[in-house]
């Protein structure tokens, strides 16, 4: 407990509550040494910080170490989570935003706070995650098996929506439920990520930097933003094909004269695999397609047109696969090998592209999908 956690609650609450004693004092009276933190620090399996205000992240991405919780922080020897709690004000100050990110690129894992209504009467980001969230949190820290620890991953997810006026827009049934386990899933395993993606109402993942658009064109800025010393790309979007020439700035009318028919004029949207794959290309790409006909040729020909390593392949006509659903049904076809797996859970089929990610990235002279 820091001093302004004992003003919230107190001690004695704590220590009842967890049946275990609470550090509170930097220089305890009657400790008979003064490095009890160095020890604390090397038995733990994972440390988390719940709530964490804006000032003892600061503290910590400082690297400052002037009370119990801080000097442990700094002496830490396994995982540390932190779960911010706050006013969203505070939440969203530069310093505090900074702060952040400072912690994630030391491999901090970020558990964002909720939005909703907070202690000062505002509403806004700034809740404390939620007790599941932060408990998952921390089983996944405990049992990492960080094979893509220091590598640096992108992932994109979810729909594009294409404005055709201030109020329509173009949009698919891509819910980013895929992007947004393989997210989770290469963060868990030790990578840091960058999930860029559409509109999705899924809470981001613990650890995962994400970025939020809205058409095809900016996710296409995005990706280019976040192109560089990339390791992997993992393309799960479902990016719109097609935008309307022009977006109307005001909303259009039906009036009584009105044809019965309209006409909406639509141009290509960029392929942002494909500029990967030609100009950035990064170490491991693995695309997703969607057919429900002649699925292994049509994939291994957007492998070789966009030179992608694997491509990911699912049928929506099968129960159980492809938008919305919790599973998917998927094929891999990567230059020498098709496989074909059961239905199994989005995050079952995440940790099977981050098997093939990790061996290729292993032994880049493989092109089969050795699974
Ligand atoms: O050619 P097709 O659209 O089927 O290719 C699908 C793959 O290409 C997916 O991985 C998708 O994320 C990616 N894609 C893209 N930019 C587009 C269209 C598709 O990155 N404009």
């Known amino acids: 407990m820091?001093?302004?956690?004992?003003?919230?609650?107190?001690?004695?609450?704590?220590?009842?509550?967890?049946?275990?004693?609470?550090?509170?004092?930097?220089f305890p009276e009657g400790a008979s040494r003064g490095t009890w933190h160095i020890d604390l620090a090397g038995w733990g399996d994972v440390m988390i910080i719940a709530p964490a205000?804006?000032?003892?992240?600061?503290?910590?991405?400082?690297?400052?170490?002037?009370?119990?919780?801080?000097?442990?922080?700094?002496?830490?020897?396994?995982?540390?989570?932190?779960a911010p709690a706050m006013d969203v004000d505070m939440y969203r100050h530069p310093a505090t935003r900074r702060n952040l990110e400072l912690l994630e690129e030391r491999n901090v894992r970020i558990i964002p706070p909720e939005a909703g209504e907070l202690?000062?009467?505002?509403?806004?980001?700034?809740?404390?995650?939620?007790?599941?969230?932060?408990?998952?949190?921390?089983?996944?820290?405990?049992d990492v098996e960080a094979d893509l620890a220091g590598k640096s991953i992108l992932v994109t997810a979810g729909p594009t929506y294409e404005d055709i006026d201030p109020v329509r827009y173009l949009g698919n049934r891509s819910t980013g439920k895929m992007g947004f386990a393989l997210a989770a899933a290469a963060a868990r395993r030790g990578a840091r990520v960058t999930l860029i993606t559409g509109p999705s109402s899924i809470s981001t993942p613990p650890g995962v930097k994400r970025v939020d658009v809205r058409s095809a064109e900016e996710m296409f800025e995005a990706v280019k933003a976040a192109a560089d010393g990339l390791d992997v790309a993992i393309m799960a979007a479902a990016v719109a094909d097609f935008t309307p020439v022009e977006a109307s700035p005001h909303k259009l009318k039906k009036s009584p004269d009105t044809k019965k028919t309209v006409t909406l004029q639509l141009r290509r949207t960029p392929d942002i695999l494909s500029w990967l794959g030609k100009r950035k290309r990064p170490r491991v790409l693995v695309g997703f397609a969607v057919e429900t006909k002649d699925m292994v040729d049509e994939a291994r020909r957007k492998l070789r047109e966009k030179n992608a390593d694997l491509f990911v392949v699912n049928n929506p006509l099968e129960e159980g696969s492809a938008f919305a659903a919790d599973t998917n049904k998927v094929?891999?076809?990567?230059?020498?090998?098709?496989?074909?797996?059961?239905?199994?859970?989005?995050?079952?089929?995440?940790?099977?592209?981050?098997?093939?990610?990790a061996r290729k990235l292993e032994k880049p002279e493989n092109t089969g999908t050795w699974v």
């Open 2 to 26: 820091t001093e302004s956690a004992s003003h919230f609650i107190t001690e004695l609450t704590l220590a009842t509550l967890s049946r275990a004693p609470v550090v509170r004092e930097m």
């Open 53 to 82: 205000s804006a000032n003892t992240i600061a503290k910590i991405a400082c690297g400052l170490a002037d009370n119990a919780l801080t000097a442990l922080v700094l002496a830490l020897r396994c995982p540390l989570l932190v």
């Open 119 to 142: 202690a000062s009467g505002l509403e806004g980001e700034g809740r404390l995650a939620d007790l599941q969230v932060l408990l998952d949190a921390i089983g996944r820290a405990m």
């Open 331 to 357: 094929t891999f076809v990567t230059e020498d090998e098709v496989k074909e797996f059961e239905r199994q859970s989005k995050d079952r089929v995440a940790d099977h592209i981050l098997d093939f990610v």
